[in-house]
Every structure is written in C-alpha cells, then in structure tokens.
C-alpha cells in the first residue's frame, strides 16, 4: 500500500514541466517536506530541478510582503493604543498585560476568517450593554460605566493596531492573511512560479480559501487530498454525517473541483488489527506502549530499516515519562533509534520554574511594605534541582546550612541584609555570588534581566559535555531560555515604555508558555513520537495512540476570548466544534494506510471525570467496524506491571555496642510518654528520634500548626489558673481574669510562634479558634458548682522518677499539665486536650488492650499517674481526667480501667526491657498510615 506522499512524488515526477523551474508545492507543515523530498529522492535517479517548496505560513508571509511581528512586540503597540485613548487614565502596563493575548487573539480570528471587524465590535458592545442595563432605570456605576467603554473602544484598538503595523510593513498572522487575500494582484507580482501543488489541506480560513482558491484560478494549480470515502461520502455507508470529511467536502464543492484526487478507500477495504487498551494512570499506558513495541519487533511486524512506526501522544505531557520506558531495541545487529518530532513544553522544564519562582519572590518583595523576601520561597528556590546543580562538588554542604539557618529563623520575611548575615557567616564563595544575583534592592527589570543572564552562565559553566549527551533537555533548556532572555533584553531596549518587575514577570510566562525545547533527531529514520499535529500527510504502518480519552482526544478547550459563542456564530468565527472535526480527520486520516494499532486510555476518574473514552473509540466499535468487517477491533482491560524495588523485609537496625551505649544515655537523660507511644507505634522511629537525635524535616511555619496552637493555650491556662496554686479555685475571679485573655494569648502566641504573624489571614482565625476554646473552657468551670471546691496542687508541673528495669536503671520524666486535689482529697491527674478526643479513647475492657497503638491518651495519663504515685505515693491512686477544649466537647472525660491496679507497671517495665534488650532490632512498622505521615519516610524510602 503506497503511502500519501509517496503517490505524490510520483505525481510530481511524471509532471513533464517538474524538471524546469516554476513549478512550488505547498504543503501544512514542515515535516511533511521533508518525507516528500525524501520520496522524491528515492524515486529518481536522474538530476532534475527540485521545485520550491513552501509551508502555508511561509507561502502567504512571503507573498505578502508583510514581517509576522512577534506577539510580544504587538502587545507593546496595543498598549501605546490604550494610553492614546484612555491618556491619564491607562491602566499600569502589568495589569494590560492581561488583556493583550486575548485582543490579539480575537483580532487575529476577525481577520482570518475575514469578518467584518465593525459589525462584530458593534454586536459585541450592544450585548454587554443588555447585560449591563438596569432595569429600574439607574444610572450606572463608574465600574459598569468602564466596563461598557472598554467593548466600545475594541474596536478602535483593531483599527489603530492595523494602521500602525501596515505603517511599518508588519503584522499578525490573521492581518498579513487578509492583506494577500485583499489584494491579490501582488501575488501575481512577486510569484516567479508558474505552477502550483496544494498537497494535503484540510480546514482553511476564509482568508487561506479565499488565497488559494485566487491561486486556483490564475495559475495552473493541481490539489491532493487525502481523504477516504468512508467519512467523505457517509451517506452511502448509513451515516447520517462524518465530521472528519467536513471541510475537504466544504472546498471541493466551493471550489467546484471536479477530477479529485485521491478518495481512497482504505477505511472501509483494507484488513486492520485495531486493540485498545484500558490501562490505569498515564504512567501505566506509557509503560505499555515500551512492551508492545518490544512485541512487535519480536514477531517481525516492524522491519528495522523502514520508518513504519509511530508513537502519537494526545497528551504531550507524556514526552518524558514515555522516553524513560521505550525499550533499547537491536534487531539484526542494528540499533533501533527513536525520534521525537515534537518539542518538549519549556514551561515544564526546571529552569523555566526556577526563573518564574525566582522572579515571584522578587515581585513579592517589591511589593511588600518593608521589602522583605518571601523565606519559605528563598528556601524552596535554594532547594531546586537548579542550585543543587550549582553546589556539587562538595559545596553542597553550605547550601544545606544556609536552608536549616533560613527554616530554623521562623521568619516568614526576612530583608535583605539579614539574610546576608547568614550567608556570609558560611564563608563560601559561591553561595555569595548566588546571593548577589538572585537579591538586589530596587532592581529594576532591565537589572532583572542582566541577573538571569549571570545565572544562566554560570549554569552553563557547570554541566558537562557528558551530562549534555546523557540527558539532552538539560543542555537545550539552557540554550532556549537563555536566547529568550537575550530577546527579551533587546526588546526592552526598543521600547519607549520602561517595564515593571511585574510586567517582566507576565511576559516571561508567556514566552516560556509559547516555547518548546526542540528535541534533535533524525526525521527519516526510526520509531516516530509525535504529536497529532505533526501526522500530518504521513503513514505509518504501526501505530500507538496514547491517552485516548474524551477531553484529550478530541482536546477540550473553550478559547480565551472577549467575543461569545452566539456572536462568534453569526459571524462565521472558529469555535470549539472546528477544533473538534479537525482533530477527527487526523485521528481517521493516520488510520488509513495503519495495519497494526494500538490505542490506550487511562481508566482512572478524577474528579472531572476523566476516565471515559474517547468518542472516536466508540466511533471504531459502533460504525467502522461494522461497515468494514475486515477491521478487528478488540477492547482490553490491560493491567500494566509497574516495577517496584523489590521489599524483602522492613527495615532492622540491630543493636551493636555504639547503639547500646547510646540506649543507656537516653535511659539516664530520661524517657517520656511521647518518646514511649514513638517506640510502641514504630521502634525505627524511636531509633531515629530518640537515639540518634536525627532532627526532622523541619519548615517555616506559615500557618501557626498544632503544636504550637497547643502550647499556646497550655500556656494562656497556666497563667490563668497560676494563682490558685495551694488554695481552691474562686469562679468569680476566675470569671474576672477572662478579660486578660486576649492579651495573653497574644503573648502565648508571640513566645510559641517567633516571626509568625497572627492579625491577618489564616492565623488569625486560627487565633480566634484558640481565643474561643479558652472562653468555652472556663465559661464550663466557672458554671459547675463544683469548681469552688478544688484546689490546684500543681501545673505544668515537672516530675522525674528512676525506675529499675532488671539490670538498667532509668529516669522517666513528664510534664502534668494540672494537678487538682478534690474536695475528699482524691487527687486527679488532668491533661489538656485541644485535638479531638472520644470517650472510647479512655476506654479499657482488658488491660491487654493498653498495647493498641489507638489507646496513647489513655497511656499518656496512666504514665503521669505513675510518676505521680511513684514520687509522691498518695494515700489513694490519683484519679485520671482529659479536659478536652474542643467547642463541641468542652469538659472532663475520664477513663474506665479494669480492676487490676499493677498491670501497667509491668507492661511499662516490659516496653523499657524492649528498648533495652541487645537481641532485639529497631525495626520499621509495617503500619502503612504511620509511614506516611512519618517525618523520617524519606530516609526509610532511601
């Protein structure tokens, strides 16, 4: 079966005129070039004059005698437009930023599908001016008012844009269309050809239609469609329509073509294995797709030296999870190569976020009222594969320095000459040229722009040849982003308008947005990855679609724009549906010539529903298949192995003499009852915490957390009640002391939160939840008659104890949030709760039951009773009580215990036997919800 182009080439040499000047083709893109020439070559062996070959864009460019101007330049041009007509009422250049895409956007829609601009802006003013008429007959306000008078001036930006560019012989795509499709007559100027070939159109805008079809008139002009009857011609195959034939249909009747060439017939005759896949997660088809080309190979379906494979990925941010699963392939001795043809998204590259992220902290400090920078941002930028790259070679360890002086600080802002202390108290070179680069007071943007072209060099500087060959995007993301500063810097320089910080900020995005690293390779030879756009006009015997699902494949997208759908209909501009129906053809058009193809789509629902597949599957299952019985189509459920580093066991630190040694000092400094639930929830952690003193991940706390939260209230009451320590609790001065609560809170909170701020945002509320949980709680005990009868013996109070343990002596040690002693002298133990406490919590029906990991309140307060039995040996057990601040269950919880009153002595003695016994492990728990919420699960994971 000959493919497209291949028939083509052969058309073009069997044209007598082909070996004489004269003679252009035109083809959609570049690739498409590219194999043409290839066939060209191939079908040859005498020398004759290739003819000159044009893409679209360039073909209408070059005839128009108009330069396509960069977007961004445009953008500058409509905003001397709006400080023209708004004069000392121009909004700030940053927040215009925003508009601009969209006005060019809908200008370039007007222009190519040639609507008439004054009756669109017309409709389009008229409409909001409905949506913003009051009924009642009240003026409108100021913000309405402007609102209305930006759709009025639309407009006047489309015509002033249009007169200034032609002035300089410049243009948008859509404006340099129009100008050829208006006038004519300079095509027939400027075209030193005699003949042209139109090879593989599909949608046109008016002005494309309007172009060629002028072409088709005035010179000797032949087209080649590929197209297949079974979506040309549906009515005779009992379909009522087929999207994917709908434009070539469209311009061979409005072009009134006769001898059409070529509607095939390889849809609804030839014998295809179609298989779709259902596979879980993006990873899992990726993984696949490495697999099935390994099967194909092994049973010979892909010949080594023919380009007859293509992987085409609908979602393109697949590009590197699937590089890093294709398969290294040798057949007959010769290596199988893969190219990518599509460009990989600058915006995801590392460098392209590390810049945004850097360029964000600075705009933020700018705007702050005591420019200061962003601490966590700082640190998350210092974290970067970007900066780690900077720090090898033993430098690493000032980087790590600087983040733990930066975390340990608490400050979420920190100027600037601060955070020089720190970094020049680690005395190394490097990290302060780092320093002098990413901060600067008042830097303007021109400054911003010489500071990302250092770093960019001195990025440059440390990556190797070596690290270039093995992992190509790194090198080229250096490159690309680095011409986009150097553009953007002469940009700047030609403009009349000085840029802020924020304006830079939108107009990086942007460009790294519109920008792709240009993966090189070999067009011509080996496996394809592709996107949909770059099939087109190519064949392929093999092919794999990737992420098959409703919204990827056909993409959904509502366009940005300021003109409706109701609006863009009347006046014949694109909408979703054309994207769709050209996004139809390339799906069926790629399976024409295909013998083998696999087609896979995630099963997996988020929250959007993105597990459905594709229309185009069900089009396969439900029509295709049935009008072509030579076609298998069969649907998989496809469970996808993904290889795990193999876990033979949990991790086990056994106990040498370094370990043992180190278990006596903890015995002699002391153990808590929270170092006691660490090693009965995962005795690895206690090795981590307790022994080793391993200090855990820690950050700046933007929020103020639990602990803190609880501290501060702990704090607030300890201050509260203080005063009647030895004496009984008076409500009345209780009730009193509730106005000083506020203040103390704010002490509490400034003592617990150092650098955290607290009268604005989150925090604040977090501050009321706490100011709210003291008022409930005393409001309850200045209401029970009860509270004048007891006595404070003791808060926070402090007490240790030396318990024996066999042959280990050890100190065991806790903090009694309050001791009261009640009106019969009955002592009680009571611990302050601010997290959510149940009374099944405190609940024992066997003493067996103290080892659940779900029972460490109960054992935190049977762990103070014994310290307090212990020390002070009170002529009747301490009774036990959670006060639990919490709004809904404000009050006093106490716990029910069985009879025995000595077991947990034994089971405490049996824990510290355990910590201190040589022939037992640390080990892991192999409680999977421990983990996760583990502050040491990086290290377990390593």
């Not at 003679?23 to 004759?48: C, D, G, M, Q």
């Not at 609507?115 to 100021?142: C, M, R, Y």
């Not at 308008?497 to 390779?521: C, D, H, N, V, Y």
């Not at 939260?709 to 005063?723: R, S, T």
């Amino acid at each position: 079966m000959k493919k497209f182009l291949e028939k083509v080439a052969e058309e073009i040499l069997g044209i007598e005129d082909s070996r004489h000047t004269g003679l252009a083709v035109v083809l959609p893109n570049k690739r498409s070039e590219i194999f043409l020439k290839n066939y060209l070559k191939e079908k040859t062996t005498e020398t004759f004059w290739l003819p000159e070959f044009y893409t679209t864009d360039e073909f209408i460019v070059q005839h128009s005698g108009l330069y396509q101007l960069d977007p961004i330049l445009i953008y500058f041009e409509l905003y001397d437009i709006h400080k023209e007509l708004l004069a000392g009422e121009a909004m700030p250049i940053e927040d215009f930023l925003n508009w601009a895409p969209i006005m060019l956007s809908d200008f370039n829609d007007i222009d190519l599908y040639q609507a008439d601009a004054a009756n669109v802006f017309k409709h389009l003013t008229e409409a909001k001016a409905i949506e913003q008429w009051n009924l009642s007959g009240q003026p409108l306000t100021a913000l309405q008012s402007d609102y209305l008078a930006f759709y009025q001036s639309l407009f006047n930006y489309y015509t002033s844009l249009r007169s200034r560019l032609i002035a300089k012989k410049s243009g948008y795509k859509g404006m340099i269309y129009q100008y050829l499709a208006e006038n004519m007559e300079t095509l027939i100027k400027t075209s030193q050809n005699k003949a042209y070939i139109c090879v593989g159109f599909n949608a046109l805008s008016k002005a494309e239609k309007d172009i060629f079809s002028y072409l088709k008139d005035h010179f000797k002009t032949t087209f080649y469609w590929d197209a297949d009857a079974y979506y040309m011609q549906p009515e005779a195959y009992g379909l009522t329509q087929m999207e994917a034939g709908r434009f070539i249909r469209e311009l061979i009747k409005e072009w009134k073509l006769k001898d059409v060439k070529w509607i095939g017939t390889d849809l609804i005759e030839s014998k295809k294995q179609i298989h779709i896949h259902g596979i879980s997660k993006p990873v899992g088809q990726v993984k696949y797709a490495g697999k099935q080309l390994s099967t194909w190979f092994e049973k010979k379906k892909v010949a080594p030296d023919q380009m007859d494979t293509a992987i085409v990925l609908a979602d393109e941010n697949l590009l590197l999870p699937l590089l890093h699963s294709l398969p290294d392939l040798v057949v007959e001795g010769r290596k199988i190569t893969y190219n990518i043809t599509m460009g990989y998204p600058l915006k995801n590259s590392g460098l392209s976020r590390f810049i945004q992220q850097w360029l964000a902290l600075v705009v933020k400090a700018e705007e702050h009222k005591n420019k200061k920078y962003a601490t966590d941002t700082l640190i998350n930028l210092l974290k970067s594969a970007t900066i780690k790259k900077l720090f090898e070679n033993g430098a690493s360890d000032s980087r790590k320095s600087i983040i733990k002086d930066l975390t340990i600080s608490n400050q979420m802002f920190m100027d600037i000459s601060n955070i020089r202390k720190i970094v020049e108290s680690k005395k190394n070179e490097l990290l302060s040229r780092l320093l002098t680069i990413l901060l600067k007071d008042n830097i303007r943007a021109d400054e911003f722009i010489l500071s990302m072209i250092e770093l960019v060099q001195l990025l440059a500087s440390r990556i190797t040849e070596e690290e270039k060959k093995e992992n190509p995007i790194q090198g080229e993301q250096i490159n690309l982003v680095f011409g986009i500063i150097k553009k953007l810097q002469s940009l700047l320089l030609n403009l009349s308008t000085e840029i802020s910080l924020k304006a830079l900020q939108k107009i990086l995005i942007q460009l790294f947005r519109s920008s792709e690293i240009s993966l090189k390779g070999e067009p011509l030879k080996g496996i394809q990855i592709m996107g949909m756009l770059e099939t087109r006009n190519l064949d392929f015997k093999n092919i794999i679609f990737l992420s098959a699902n409703e919204g990827l494949l056909p993409k959904s997208s509502n366009p940005e724009s300021f003109i409706p759908f109701d609006i863009r209909y009347a006046n014949h501009l694109p909408l979703p549906k054309e994207q769709n129906d050209v996004a139809t053809y390339h799906f069926y058009r790629l399976l024409q010539r295909a013998n083998n193809v696999s087609i896979l789509y995630n099963t997996d629902s988020d929250k959007l529903g993105s597990g459905e597949k594709s229309r185009f599957i069900l089009q396969l299952e439900n029509e295709l298949s049935k009008i072509n019985p030579s076609i298998r189509v069969k649907n998989h459920l496809t469970n996808v192995g993904i290889e795990k580093i193999p876990v033979t066991h949990a991790i086990s630190i056994k106990k040498d003499t370094d370990i043992l040694k180190r278990i006596a000092d903890k015995g002699n400094s002391g153990l808590s009852a929270s170092a006691l639930i660490v090693y009965r929830n995962c005795s690895l952690k206690f090795y981590f915490r307790e022994i080793l003193k391993l200090e855990e991940n820690s950050k700046i706390a933007s929020e103020i957390e639990f602990n803190i939260f609880g501290n501060a209230i702990h704090n607030v009451l300890e201050d509260m009640y203080k005063q009647f320590i030895g004496k009984l609790i008076d409500p009345d001065i209780l009730k009193q002391k509730m106005t000083e609560i506020d203040g103390l809170l704010k002490n509490a909170f400034h003592e617990n939160y150092e650098g955290g701020h607290i009268a604005t945002g989150k925090n604040f509320l977090i501050y009321e939840v706490a100011k709210k949980y003291i008022e409930q709680f005393i409001k309850v005990e200045t209401e029970d008659p009860l509270t004048a009868e007891k006595q404070i013996v003791g808060l926070e109070e402090k007490i240790e104890i030396r318990f024996q343990v066999e042959d280990n002596e050890v100190k065991l040690k806790g903090y009694l949030d309050r001791v009261e002693k009640l009106k019969d002298e009955t002592i009680r133990i009571i611990d302050y709760k601010t997290g959510r406490v149940e009374p099944g919590d405190l609940v024992l029906k066997d003493w067996d039951e103290i080892a659940d990991k779900k029972k460490d309140k109960l054992f935190q307060l049977l762990f103070y009773a014994f310290l307090y039995q212990k020390k002070y040996k009170p002529v009747h057990i301490p009774e036990l009580g959670i006060y639990s601040l919490r709004m809904r269950s404000c009050g006093l919880i106490k716990p029910k215990l069985p009879d025995e009153e000595n077991y947990f002595e034994a089971y405490l003695a049996g824990l510290i036997h355990e910590i201190f016994d040589p022939s037992l492990s640390f080990e892991q728990t192999t409680d999977q919800q421990i983990c996760d919420y583990c502050d040491y699960k990086d290290i377990c994971n390593k």
